[in-house]
């Protein structure tokens, strides 16, 4: 390790490097996936057309968070030769050529004679044209799917369900090119790639893929030098640290880099010449799961280096290119930015990546004891727990993008929280003030689940739930008020009710959505964490199916058919989620409701309407099942099938408008039975 690199990098690695086993990149899990790629190559290929896959999917170097694509590349069996010494009779055969102007990583295709070994000068038909030397060459625009439209560089782009397909047409060259034999000879201190393994990546040669350098006169004419089954292998060969940096560079570019700077600069493939040349000339003893932040920000600097001299050369070909007419101008400066800023903030920048909630599991995973993250642990209070961390630390990491600074909160509040070296005592005690609604609301479902309730237990719960409503200006308070009513306490949710809706003014935001008002709160009056929250913030209200005693009687369908798409833990399964606002409205209706308050209950259910309507909704299918409900208590039997539809199109899978459906179903045919 660098001697400047902060002390906790190697606890934040190994921690990191658990998480990304979380979201499937366990070795095991890498393995399976490859070995079913290839399983899949050779089901798809045929006698004389063969198809490969290549790319994010084929190397396992992707997750669900990434979307990568799948790429097929179709090898036509046309024969291309490098010399005329492989000649065959009667074969029609393609002599790869190249002049001064022929760019690095490029060549052309010239038509051989069937009858004697010569190339073929001054003759042409639809597929192939005159170069400036006169040589009868391969248009490149001819391997293309013709009528075609949407192109991705020289791939068709098809989009099947919720995956892109790109179809590449190529020419297979069975022997190494010309203008990568550097590769084979070059220097290296560090045994990387092995002679054994460089002498299967030769083996492998060489496709041509249909595309011309832009800058080119003759780019029509021009056929792209790809080396994909050589790339492939040195994916394969990269070590558990090796091919997690490589993820980790993709999806900091995907969530950190390319919605600041534009799509195409900076790819993926960038990303993976930068970590061969890294892996080539760095010592294999760097590369250990402790060294994982490391390895990232030797990748990060790089990368900078690059840009700022606008070079990436290609691994395989040198000479090529490939940052030319893509980083240059304000480009280039707002890279440069974006990177040194990522160096300066020591791994801080982890907690921004947004892809499979790398971030947020990564603070949790920092401000807790070492978790074993690929048990599956169905602990209650864990499960919440960790919910919970993730709003309150999410709200945080939201503000600091906002203002784009590390000292927002004195900036030790989440340096801690990152470092392990403990929440501040504030924090705690914010974080110990929901844990108190969490037990409150479990002890309590499980008192009342028993057949004789123990009357100084529920006072217990009764108190920690007491404890909670202070948490934030909301779901403590929510809790709370769904707890009095599941005890016909009508009386004490209705003031619970009143108390919440007089404090939540426009300036109130909901969990990371920041609003002008709360910024203009924050920047204009002195407030600690703990008043932050209690005047300004309202967070999600959770449920869990042990909670199931202290939850309105429409939530029950939600804890069993509560979808997994919000956040993607699997142990958040059955855990509902409800945006605080609506919760209100919802519990006042059923509050008036229970009155008989026709008034209120109607202001309530109007305000649920608008709410869907006009407002930013979290979790929209829960808000449409609930009023849903509502409109079932009023008798609207058509509305309740219109809210529900809407709720089916946001969540066909796992949705408890499910259940609601078969009763209002049910419902309708007593009312019509009850007609005749």
Known sequence: MALNTPEYYKEVSLRLSRVLDSVGLAEDIRWKRINMWIQSEEIISYQIVKWHVFGSQAEATTTPGLHSDVDYVICRPDRVVKDLDSWVPSIPTLLIVSDENTPPGYVKLQDVSKTQPRPVYNRYNTHFKLDRHAR????????????????HGPAKRNVIGRHHIDLVNALRLHSWPEQSSQWITRNRRHNWPSQESIGLILKTGAMLVPVGNKLSKEKHLEWRISLSFGE??????????????????????????????DDDVLSSYHCKTCIFYLIENTPTSMWQPDNLLLCVEQCLRLLYIWIENAICPNYFIPDENMFECKVFGHVQSQLLDILSNFLRQEGRYLVGISCDNIGQRLVIACQTPVMDFQSQSHDVTLVLSKSVSFLFLSFINAIQRLFQIDSMFGHSLLERAFLFRGLRQEVNAILMTFYYSIIGSKLASQILSQESIDQHALYIAHDYLLRGSSSDVASGKLKLAAFYLVQDNLDMSEDVLNEIHENYNYKISEIAKISQGTLKAISSENLSTTQLLSRYLAFWVLYHPSEIKCTPKALIPEMFHSAMSYQGDSDKNNLVRIDPKFYLYFLEYICYHLQNKRTHKQTALNNMICA???????????????????????????NVFSVLSKSMKLAKHDNAAKWQIAFVVNAAFRILRGRQ
Not at 136 to 151: A, E, H, I, N, P
Not at 239 to 252: A, D, E, V
Not at 616 to 622: H, L, Q, S, V
Request: charged share 20%; proline share 4%; with cysteine.
């Open 232 to 261: 492939k292998i040195l994916v394969w060969l990269f070590n558990p640290t090796q091919y997690k940096s490589y993820i980790l560079l993709k999806m900091i570019n995907k969530g950190l880099i390319k919605p600041v700077v």
């Open 136 to 151: 009868t060459v391969l248009c490149s625009d001819s391997l293309k799917v013709m009528g075609v439209d949407k192109y």
């Open 612 to 638: 869907i309507r006009h407002e930013d909704i979290a979790f929209p299918d829960t808000a449409l099942n609930l009023l849903a409900y509502c409109l079932t208590q009023e008798g609207k039997l058509m």
